[in-house]
């Protein structure tokens, strides 16, 4: 069975902290994902990894940046958690070519006070 | 720019009844199309996609999604609604050889007695 793994469920931390969201995935896949899901807006992308060390910018970046050191292995950071970034982060993975599925993990619910 | 449209943030169907769920599509290039389904507190299951192959695509529990380019939809349909459809539904499409995905609002599937 495909599997992708975050690491909380469930995540509190105040204003100004720093917040890592860490997802691992065992398919071997090259692309790594990290979206936001908000009622009524979707699912939106903060970044995309397509190999180990590399990344690009999703829609919505600003106030994130991510990791990628191993290939099975994707970071989400949030530098100073602010509390319009209360929401839910989902991690996906896929092969890379259009037309795949894309897998994703069960989803970290944060909340920042 | 592509973009991806649902409409109906929330549809509510009675058991046994037919289940249709409107998605339209924006895109300068043949989309790869896909429809998700996510049950309160997980992640995100692929249900059925569309990747050029038949406009008629067949996915799990007998859903199903029909492919009309002149309409530039992707409707998602099911002939008798069970109570343990009801879920969060999510269109989403990628083009070329990219496997981000863009999303739409997503449509909420109340099935009642």
């Known amino acids: 069975d495909v599997k992708v793994t975050q690491s909380s469920r469930y995540l509190v931390k105040r204003t100004g902290e720093k917040v890592f969201l860490e997802c691992v995935q065992d398919m071997d896949h090259e692309n790594m994902f990290w979206y936001r899901q908000d009622p009524g807006l979707g699912l939106r992308l903060i970044y995309f990894s397509y190999d180990v060390k590399m990344k690009e910018k999703g829609d919505i970046p600003e106030g994130y940046s991510v990791s990628r050191e191993k290939k099975e292995r994707f970071s989400l950071i949030l530098e100073s958690a602010s509390t319009n970034q209360t929401s839910m982060y989902l991690c996906?993975?896929?092969?890379?070519?259009?037309?795949?599925?894309?897998?994703f993990g069960p989803g970290t619910r944060l909340t920042v006070l | 720019a592509q973009s991806v449209t649902q409409l109906g943030s929330h549809v509510s169907v009675s058991e046994g009844a037919l289940v249709l769920l409107r998605c339209n599509y924006s895109s300068s290039v043949p989309p790869y199309l896909f429809w998700y389904v996510q049950y309160p507190n997980q992640g995100l299951q692929l249900l059925l996609k569309?990747?050029?192959?038949?406009?008629l695509v067949k996915g799990i529990n007998v859903f199903e999604a029909e492919f009309k380019k002149s309409e530039t939809s992707f409707h998602l349909t099911k002939p008798s609604a069970h109570m343990s459809d009801a879920a969060e539904y999510f269109c989403?499409?990628?083009?070329?050889?990219?496997?981000?995905?863009?999303f739409g609002t997503g449509t909420r599937l109340q099935v009642t007695l």
């Open positions: 989403a499409l990628n083009t070329g050889t990219a496997s981000k995905l863009t």
């Open positions: 569309y990747t050029s192959a038949a406009t």
């Open positions: 996906a993975s896929s092969l890379p070519s259009g037309g795949v599925p894309v897998f």
